[in-house]
């Protein structure tokens, strides 16, 4: 009788490489030829292999006691059949070959050595932007500040509210002594004070007209009063400030005929706040202003009426009962108008 056939190792495949094709099934190994003829092989009559021992021959002699028996190692072997090999499924990802990225410096010292030649060169450039811009600063600073450009031209210089007692003439040599000065290094303020300074002059507004002009807003003293003075009078404005000499009185200024160093200030304030309240109508027939005290001014009309007006209280409501009794039936005719006390004015 024949032997029962020896069953053979199933071989273990190889991992193979990934590639991008999809797994195909290998093909089935053809029995040999022998085990082919014989059929199937009969089980074992008594004694099964138990589980771990498949590939053990049972012919096969069994260990002595005590030491346990093994299978032989199996050996990977590769299919035979030419089938594409299949890529493990462990969930890794294929790494994909690319090209590698230049290296500049390998060694430790060319390395620092580059590092350090960037960093230079990063100053470099810094330090030439900021030599570029301190440059383009200075020219605009030159330019603005100190260059022709924006030089005051005396020809571009526009003067006006000079009045009656103003010269233009000294505003003007005022002005050009900052000639060719640029506008950006004016001193508006000290050439302001230097105008205040003069004669007549109350109050002056300076305006810089880009890129060389400059225009100059006077605001006039103008006379209110002529004072005797000797030789003369003395024109003084609504402040009592002296604006000006004449031989005469200007037409239509009242004069005052009273010693005003003599009275004094409070007798000469008395006057002003009487000529400042009066209407521009009234102020014109006024033809002279006399006080003996600070309460007891009177002035005298063009047409020879007098107005005692007292002191410097209530001027507003002493000029409008003025104003009435002048122009009332019964009164317009009074040679005297006494308003020294308004709420009981007395005419005569």
Do not use: C, H, Y
């Not at 089935?28 to 053990?56: I, K, Q, Y």
């Not at 932007?129 to 301190?134: C, D, I």
């Not at 006077?218 to 009592?240: C, I, K, M, Q, Y």
Request: overall charge positive.
């Amino acid at each position: 009788m024949k032997p029962p056939a020896r069953p053979r190792p199933t071989p273990a495949r190889r991992p193979a490489a990934p590639r991008p094709a999809a797994p195909r099934p290998a093909a089935a190994r053809p029995a040999p030829p022998d085990v082919a003829a014989a059929g199937p092989a009969p089980a074992a009559a008594a004694d099964p292999a138990p589980a771990g021992t498949r590939g053990v021959s049972p012919a096969a002699p069994r260990a002595s006691s005590g030491t346990a028996s093994q299978a032989p190692p199996s050996v990977p072997v590769a299919p035979r059949t030419g089938a594409v090999p299949v890529a493990p499924r462990t969930g890794a990802v294929p790494v994909v070959a690319g090209p590698r990225r230049q290296v500049v410096s390998t060694g430790l010292a060319a390395r620092l050595a580059e590092r350090d030649a960037q960093r230079r060169r990063r100053w470099w450039v810094r330090g030439a932007w900021g030599t570029l811009a301190v440059v383009v600063l200075g020219v605009l600073a030159w330019g603005v500040f100190f260059s022709p450009l924006f030089a005051l031209d005396v020809t571009e210089v526009r003067i006006s509210g000079e009045g009656t007692v103003i010269e233009p003439d000294d505003v003007v040599a005022v002005v050009d002594s900052v000639a060719d000065v640029p506008l950006t290094r004016l001193d508006t303020v000290a050439l302001r004070a230097r105008i205040l300074d003069v004669p007549g002059v109350r109050d002056a507004r300076l305006t810089r007209e880009w890129p060389r002009g400059l225009t100059v807003e006077l605001v006039s003293r103008e006379p209110v009063a002529a004072v005797p003075d000797g030789t003369g009078v003395v024109l003084l404005d609504d402040e009592g400030v002296q604006v000006g000499r004449a031989d005469a009185a200007p037409e239509g200024l009242p004069t005052m005929t009273f010693d005003v160093a003599a009275e004094g200030r409070r007798t000469l304030e008395s006057a002003l706040i009487l000529l400042n309240a009066l209407p521009e109508g009234l102020a014109r027939e006024v033809a002279t202003i006399s006080a003996e005290s600070p309460d007891d001014v009177r002035m005298t009309l063009r047409g020879g009426a007098t107005v005692l007006w007292g002191g410097k209280s209530d001027a507003a409501l002493k000029v409008r009962v003025v104003e009435v009794l002048r122009t009332a039936k019964k009164t317009k005719g009074s040679r005297v108008f006494d308003v020294s006390a308004p709420t009981a004015p007395i005419t005569r």
